[in-house]
């Protein structure tokens, strides 16, 4: 983690000649240590003093990335234990197990139900992102062939997994181009997986039984001048795969070991035989620091919940998401269109917009600005009140464009509808269900 | 040279709190660590599981959710005995949702001859929830908290609004109470310091930090629980540190993904599985922000979340 002022100033030559542009290199190592200035400003520090400071400045997790265009991962980069402290950076990549002694059938099968995998959430696009292609066959050959064929079918990032080094150089060179992450090193093949890693520039995972035996082989590697790694510290049951998690986090957080500064990579189906199991184990690792989760299965009914998992863990706990206050039209509304309200909440609004779509009933959705609260919400804390919706809703300009006069509120809001209707006098309000789901059956027998 | 894992001093530890009373009788709490770190202090007592019963017959439940209790939805005694009988149900949650005025508005006196035979048909502890309208649960929970003295039941939500009346009946009748408030560590540490000044024993007082489903606000319960066992354990802040109750069965299975059928929602997979899985993650998730308490509906959720807790428990 970074240095502090005066860590810095120890290092500098201290002639206060001021070629970097401050009058002292005590001024200038204050800079530095607020990323004020660039160390390269100073023409006389040594290499070593360089390297010492680029190091000691750098995340304490690393930041890479794996794959290539639409659906390259990027991982780490994680500063804090906790998400109220700061918002957690990358959330993990989902990744599904392929064998290269599937049949095509089922690989192919399974693809393309991996592609069908895509979920729109509060204006994002969800989706797994990775695929681990695993060498069971034992033969380079058949390995590469498989890996070529998928590649050619789908644009995902690639994990390649074998233990042999001869059968991992053959599939790189169908596939580095790709940044594969090369799964994995081993204490007996750290350096030939290491070699193919540096020659292919691909990022590599470390595979150690505990983490004292992860850190050997990652110190090596990083002997070899290797950065992009990521760890696997093989738990042998889900008690220990917590354990290692919070213990890689932890060190490379607080105790700055550097060893152990990477994002991990994690199987929950090597804990369990049941596919249920797997994906609740899976929901413990997105919560508690995994960088990447490679699952035996992907169906709709696993897949979605463990991507809403990563979605709620991975916002932002300072600032909740939210759209812009305004009258937006759905589907094309006219002047006998119906008139709806809600909050601004992204959550919220992309429910209830969602639904109003789906109904095919054109209609007005009336956003207010309630600084990103729900509904309920927004009402308890005073920016849903009568007083303020009305004046939103006549500065709206809606009675401009509609004929009638009527204003459907959320039903969770029953108890408003008297006040408001006192507050708006030209309207009559109308009180909507109370779930977004039962909108479009609402919408269709509404008439103005 | 073996790596030492930096450890978190905890200064702070988790009340005990027993639930209901003789021979089924359970204790949660207890912590010296953050949920589940074993490596680095204690969880000696097992989070526990509340299985619902409702008070009147559920309408529009998913299909999977409702299949388990088709057969004595109208029954809450017979409902409450299938979830121990057939389920292995270790607390029972009625949850009291036809008192609502904007709703059936069933009277006090109605609840409490319920709450009454159900708990007189169980021996597990029982949880009683209200329909959340601080004036009714107050007149409800009261009149139950008389009605079945001396019968140590957890009575909830008790909020900032009706907690003198519904602390003192606890306190007068020997019940737990749970100190309800919305996702806020500060409004949850002022309620406990008004029970407790009102004279509700620390061991009859249960956290209830509010609760959202998965893709549905969860994460603001979850920070907030972190928070809360943060202050407790580390800062030893003696008003935090109580058990927490999630009652989160009924806000994972009144969402839409929770609720779609096959072909509403083809892309989404098994139906059944889905909602299984929507609620075990929710509560996987409390569960390692600090839950001590769940509550929940679908026995295979249950029976998911019973087998992670072992795993996660083991010596
Ligand atoms: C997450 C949450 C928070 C988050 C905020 C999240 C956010 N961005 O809004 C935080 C922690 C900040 C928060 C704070 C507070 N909260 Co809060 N919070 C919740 C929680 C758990 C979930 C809310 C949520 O995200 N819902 C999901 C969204 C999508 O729901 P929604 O907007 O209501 O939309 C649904 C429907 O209303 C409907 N709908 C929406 N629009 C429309 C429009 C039409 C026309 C129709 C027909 C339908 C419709 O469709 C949607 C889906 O079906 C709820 C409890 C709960 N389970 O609901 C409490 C809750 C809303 N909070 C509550 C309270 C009291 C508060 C605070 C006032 C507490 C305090 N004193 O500080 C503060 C207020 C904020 C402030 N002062 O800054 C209470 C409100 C009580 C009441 N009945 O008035 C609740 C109900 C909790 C409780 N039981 O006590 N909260
Ligand atoms: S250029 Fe380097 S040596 Fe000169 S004042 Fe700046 S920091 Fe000091």
């Not at chain 1, 290539?68 to 998400?83: N, P, Q, S």
């Not at chain 2, 989070?47 to 999977?64: L, N």
């Not at chain 2, 009277?107 to 708990?119: C, I, N």
Request: hydrophobic share 45%; glycine share 8%.
């Amino acid at each position: 983690m970074a240095l502090s002022g005066i860590e810095i100033f120890k290092k500098l030559p201290k002639t206060n000649c001021g070629e970097c542009g401050v009058p002292t290199c005590l001024a200038f190592a204050m800079k530095l240590a607020t990323g004020q200035a660039e160390l390269s400003a100073c023409p006389y520090v040594s290499d070593e003093v360089r390297a010492e400071i680029d190091e000691a400045s750098a995340p304490p997790i690393r930041t890479l990335t794996i794959g290539t265009g639409d659906r390259a991962v990027k991982l780490g980069g994680e500063t804090v234990m906790f998400r109220h402290e700061k918002r957690f950076e990358n959330p993990p990549g989902l990744a599904l197990m392929l064998s290269d002694t599937m049949d095509d059938s089922v690989v192919n099968e399974k693809l393309s139900k991996f592609k069908d995998l895509e979920f729109e959430r509060v204006g994002l696009i969800l989706r797994p992102q990775m695929l681990a292609l695993k060498e069971e066959s034992g033969d380079a050959g058949k390995f590469a062939a498989f890996v070529k064929r998928v590649i050619d079918q789908i644009d995902a990032g690639i994990i390649l997994m074998s233990d042999k080094p001869e059968v991992m150089a053959e599939a790189l060179k169908i596939c580095k181009d790709k940044k594969p992450l090369i799964y994995a090193a081993t204490k007996d093949t750290a350096e030939a997986m290491g070699n193919l890693a540096k020659e292919a520039a691909c990022p590599l995972a470390v595979k150690g039984s505990g983490l004292d035996e992860v850190m050997a082989i990652t110190d090596k590697l990083m002997g070899m001048g290797l950065k992009d790694l990521v760890i696997d510290s093989q738990p042998v049951n889900v008690k220990k795969a917590l354990e290692d998690q919070v213990g890689i986090r932890r060190s490379a957080l607080v105790k700055k070991v550097k060893q152990l500064g990477f994002p991990t990579i994690t199987f929950p189906g090597q804990l369990t035989d049941s596919k249920m199991k797997e994906a609740l184990i899976a929901s413990l690792l997105i919560a508690k620091y995994a960088g990447i989760i490679v699952l035996s299965e992907m169906e709709g009914h696993n897949v979605f919940p463990l991507l809403l998992d990563s979605l709620n863990i991975y916002t932002d706990p300072q600032r909740p998401m939210a759209v812009e206050e305004k009258v937006y039209e759905i589907g094309g509304p006219r002047e006998d269109s119906p008139v709806l309200i809600t909050s601004n909440f992204s959550l919220t609004y992309f429910i209830v917009s969602g639904e109003v779509e789906s109904s095919r009933v054109p209609a007005w959705l009336l956003i207010k600005d309630t600084e990103g609260l729900s509904v309920l919400t927004a009402w308890a804390a005073g920016k849903f009140a009568a007083d303020t919706v009305a004046m939103f809703v006549k500065k709206s300009g809606i009675a401009d464009r509609v004929k009638h006069r009527k204003l459907v509120i959320p039903g969770y809001l029953a108890g408003m509808s008297g006040e408001l209707e006192e507050e708006l006098p030209d309207w009559q309000i109308l009180v909507g269900p109370r779930e977004a789901a039962h909108l479009p059956a609402y919408l269709k027998q509404w008439s103005a | 040279m073996a790596l030492e894992i930096p450890k978190v001093s905890y200064s702070g530890k988790i009340k005990e709190i027993v639930l209901g009373k003789g021979d089924k009788a359970l204790t949660v709490g207890g912590e010296t660590s953050y949920p589940f770190y074993l490596f680095e202090g204690q969880m000696p007592l097992k989070p526990r599981i509340a299985m619902e019963v409702y008070d009147s017959p559920p309408e529009d439940w998913a299909p999977t959710a409702l299949e388990p209790f088709a057969d004595v939805a109208s029954d809450p005694v017979a409902w409450a005995r299938k979830c121990i009988d057939t389920y292995g149900a270790e607390m029972i949650a009625l949850q009291l949702v036809s008192t609502d005025p904007n709703g059936e508005n069933r009277s006090a006196e109605e609840a409490a001859a319920l709450t009454k035979k159900v708990a007189e048909a169980v021996d597990v502890p029982l949880i009683v929830w209200g329909c959340n309208n601080a004036e009714k649960d107050t007149e409800v929970l009261k009149k139950i908290a008389e009605d079945c003295a001396g019968r140590s039941l957890m009575i909830g939500p008790v909020t900032e609004a009706n907690y003198k009346q519904v602390g003192a009946v606890a306190i007068g009748y020997e019940h737990t109470v749970i100190a309800s408030t919305p996702i806020d560590i500060n409004l949850a540490k002022q309620l406990n310091i008004l029970l407790g000044n009102l004279g509700v024993p620390d061991g009859r007082i249960l956290i209830d930090p509010t609760t959202g489903a998965l893709g549905y606000g969860l994460e603001y319960g979850y920070s907030v629980m972190e928070r809360i066992r943060m202050a407790a354990l580390t800062q030893e802040d003696e008003r935090l540190q109580f058990p927490m109750i999630c009652n989160l069965g009924k806000e994972v299975w009144k969402t839409k993904e929770a609720k779609q059928s096959r072909d509403e929602a083809p892309k989404l997979g098994d139906p059944a599985k889905r909602g299984v899985l929507m609620e075990a993650i929710t509560a996987q998730l409390v569960l390692a922000a600090g839950a001590d308490i769940l509550i929940m509906r679908h026995p295979e959720s249950i029976a998911l979340i019973q087998d992670m807790l072992n795993d996660l428990l083991a010596a």
